[in-house]
Structure formats: C-alpha cells, structure tokens
C-alpha cells in the first residue's frame, strides 16, 4: 500500500494562498494541501500547529476525508513540523479522480449529499479551553481536487472564531455555561448561526453551502465543575457558524451562567466566516463573584439547583443554603438486582434517608443507591439519589437551562430513590427529562431496568 502525505501550509493572510505555488509532484500519490484565508487582517490565528498561539491544531488520530463519486478515502493525521501536517490514507489507497475534502471527518452522506452538523451544546474541557475546535471547526474544499493532476487541495475554514478574555476584578468565579444570542432576528426565519449545512457538490461545480436548519442561540458548556477564571485573563475561543445574510440583526448577546452576566456585541452584520475576531475583555464584577448562590450556579461541586425555603428541612434564616446536582452523569445502570421493599418515600427531602434506607436494606445489590453514595465528583462524597419529587423539581429548575448534564438526546430516563409501595416491590420511579425543555414525565419501571441513568445530589 503507498503512503498518501497531506502538507496542510497554513499562514494568517492572502498571502497563505499565493504561498501555494504550483510545484512537480514527487510521487503520484504525494497531495499538497492549503488553508485558505479570505481576509488581509493578518489576525486569523486558525492555524494547523501545535504553537502557544494556535486556536485549534491537528492531534494523532485527526482525519481528513476525501470523496469522489466512487470512493471514500480517509486520512489521517500521523505528525508535523514546521506548519507542516502529514497525513496517511487509513488503509488502501487513493484512485486518481475528483474529490470533495472536508474536516471533521464526521459529516455524513453521498459526496453530492455531505450534511454537516453542530453539536447541540458544544462541551469544553476546563483544563484545555482550546481542544474542542479541533473536534468541531468545519472546513472543506470550495473547488474540486483532481487527484492525479491537481498539485493542491484549497481548504477554506467555514466557521469563525470569537476571542473574548475573561477575568474578574477580584477572587474566582465559575464558568459554568455560556450562550451567544443573535439580538433582532426573529425566531422562525432569518436566524443568525447555522445548525445543519449540506456542504457543495463541487465535482459537479456547486461552490455555496445550503443551510438546512439555523438557530439563534449557541451553547457551550463546561465539562465538570466548571472553567474558574480569576484576576488573570482566560481567553475563551468560541465557535460560531454564521449565517451570512441575517434579516434585523442589531448585535450579539453573550450570557454567562444563563444570564447572570451578558455583554452585548453591536453590529449589523453577520460575523463573518473564516474570519477570527478579538473581542474586548469581559469583566466580572465584585458584585457577581461574591454574590449568594442561587439556582443554576455552580457551587460546592455541582449546579444549585433548589434553595430551601422556610419550613423546608435545611433552612436557617441569613443563611443561603439548597441542593446541588453533579454536573456529570452516571450510568445506565440497574436500581437494584432485589425484589426487597426498601420503605423510601417519594416525597421532597427524602432522598438522603431513601439512599441510607436502601443502602441498609439490600447492600451492595443497591446499584444506583450505591453509585450515587460512592460518588466522589468535585472533591465531595456525600451525593445520594434523589427522591421523585427532588428529580421533578431538578429536571424543571435545571435541564432546561443545562442541558449538558444529561446525553446528547430527546430525553433521558432517570432513576429516583423512590419506590411506590410495599406491593410493587419489582419497581422504581423514573422521571424522562425532556432535552431543553422544563416538561418531563415520570412512571414506574422495572428495578433491573438497565437503561435508566442517575444524576447525584447534595446539600450544601
């Protein structure tokens, strides 16, 4: 089999292009790849490396696909030096032809029919802010390359990237999530950010992207506790697909922590595509850092999402005090593998003594009971399964606002610690919480169920 090398030349300006002469080709099977950039700013910083300043860069295992209306190549990423990417085909080799490239190698259909999708939320890792884009950036060929007579394939970046510095002006604060809203559109048509593009056929000479679905909100979430930035700067770099004609556009929104903090970006004009834009640092006042928890906070080690009020177990007058979920899930996995009545309650503030109850009753045979009492997210350990009326108060309070917590689908099963009675020992509560919605439903399902999830709490 003969090796397939991809040199993927990036630069910051025009001049990437004219860089990317015509050369001879060593071999047959030798490609030379380029990052095309539109915009002389000399700012775009979307580059191929692994440099300080690089907002994304190729990592062992990135892919590259290459179709034609025959073949189905993929590449994949085995080094780089010097701006240089090398890339090999993943098994077989290339037949010469026309081809339609595209990065991430994740968009699905016939080369005539590439549909490319975001994320419905996408998850950033605290601990390297950065890492996600390289998953997610979406660039592909606005020409076709002939494999065998072409020395060069044009990749052109089809998102933008915001670059907006985040500190406080004294102590931490937890980023938990951020939206970017597009201000003045309407809802229902002319929306501002694409959701679902069909790439061009440009074996066939289309050259625009049809935009199949649109939005005008973007999610992004925090994977664990959450990002804590502090008196030095963290810059975040934000992916945005833009819909290049926006009817009613005034500007942008961004909404940190479900709009605890918002700054509005004024402009009538989509962001432009490929383009990377530096935006001005964003500041968190005194008054937010240090101000009470309240519901949809990241707090001692998950999400706030119930403050207790008076008369409810737990309140003390002048003090703030609640119940928080982990911001991780756990499972699938079954309630129990026993039949035994385990008296627990479905009431609200019975899931720690439902937990205790089960835990006492059948043991280790105790699986989501267990799960949640062996829970050590955040540094904390003493998480317990909630009750039914604790998980409905949660999937209202929370999941429409986060809805990172739970799979990337229509709706998840959870588990409570909440049986119905003595007579239907067999059964446990389950509550369907609704992606992005505050509507749920809930029922009994068998305890040896397997396809059921659980979502921790605490007090705090």
């Known amino acids: 089999m003969k090796k397939i090398f991809i040199y993927i030349i990036v630069g910051t300006s025009l001049t990437s292009v004219v860089s990317c002469k015509k050369q001879e080709m060593a071999e047959e099977n030798n490609v030379k790849v380029c990052i095309a950039f539109d915009d002389p700013d000399k700012n775009q910083k979307i580059l191929i490396n692994t440099t300080s300043d690089a907002a994304i860069y190729w990592t062992p295992g990135s892919q590259i696909k290459m179709m034609s209306q025959s073949d189905n190549i993929t590449l994949m990423y ?32 016939a080369y005539n029919s590439i549909v490319f999708s975001a994320p419905y939320v ?5 601990n390297n802010i950065d890492n996600y884009l390289s998953d997610n950036l979406l660039m592909y060929t606005k020409t076709k390359y002939s494999h065998g007579s072409s020395d060069t394939a044009f990749f052109n970046p089809a998102m933008t990237i915001l670059e907006i510095p985040v500190k406080t002006d004294s102590g931490t604060f937890t980023i938990n999530n951020i939206q970017l809203n597009a201000d003045g559109p309407s809802e229902t048509w002319g929306q501002a950010f694409i959701k679902k593009g069909q790439l061009p056929n440009v074996i066939g000479g289309a050259s625009n992207l049809t935009e199949i679905d649109k939005t005008n909100t973007i999610s992004y979430g925090f994977l664990g506790q959450g ?4 008196t030095t700067p963290d810059t975040l770099k934000l992916l ?31 962001f432009l595509n490929s383009k990377y834009y530096k935006l001005p640092t964003l500041n968190i006042p005194d008054s937010i850092v240090n101000k009470a928890p309240s519901i949809g906070d990241v707090h001692a080690g998950g ?11 737990g309140y003390v007058a002048g003090e703030t005090h609640g119940l928080i979920c982990a911001p991780n ?18 009431l609200f503030g019975t899931g720690e003594s439902n937990t205790n109850n089960i835990l006492t009753t059948i043991g280790t045979s105790a699986y989501a009971a267990l799960a949640c009492s062996n829970c050590t997210q955040n540094g904390y350990s003493d998480w317990y399964l909630p009750s039914l009326e604790e998980l409905k108060i949660l999937s209202s309070n929370i999941i429409s606002s986060f809805p990172y917590i739970v799979p990337n689908i229509y709706q998840t099963i959870c588990w409570t610690s909440s ?20 509507d749920y439903t809930f029922n009994l399902e068998n305890k040896t169920s397997t396809n059921a999830y659980i979502i921790p709490i605490r007090k705090f």
């Open 227 to 230: 990002l804590v930035v502090g």
């Open 240 to 270: 945005v697909w833009s819909s290049p004609n926006t009817p009613g556009l005034k500007g942008y929104i961004v909404n940190i922590n479900n709009g605890l903090l918002t700054k509005k970006i004024t402009r009538n004009t989509s």
């Open 303 to 313: 999400l706030v999402f119930y403050i207790f009020k008076p008369g409810d177990t």
């Open 122 to 126: 996408y998850m950033i890792d605290p």
């Open 329 to 346: 899930i756990i499972g699938p996995m079954y309630w129990s593998n026993s039949t035994t009545y385990c008296t627990t309650s479905t």
């Open 419 to 438: 049986e119905k009675n003595k007579n239907n020992k067999t059964s446990a509560y389950v509550v369907r919480i609704k992606i992005n919605s505050s």
């Open 78 to 109: 085995t080094g780089a030096s010097n701006n240089i990417a090398n890339f090999v085909v993943a098994g077989g080799s290339m037949p010469s032809g026309d081809y339609i490239g595209f990065y991430p190698a994740s968009a699905m259909g």
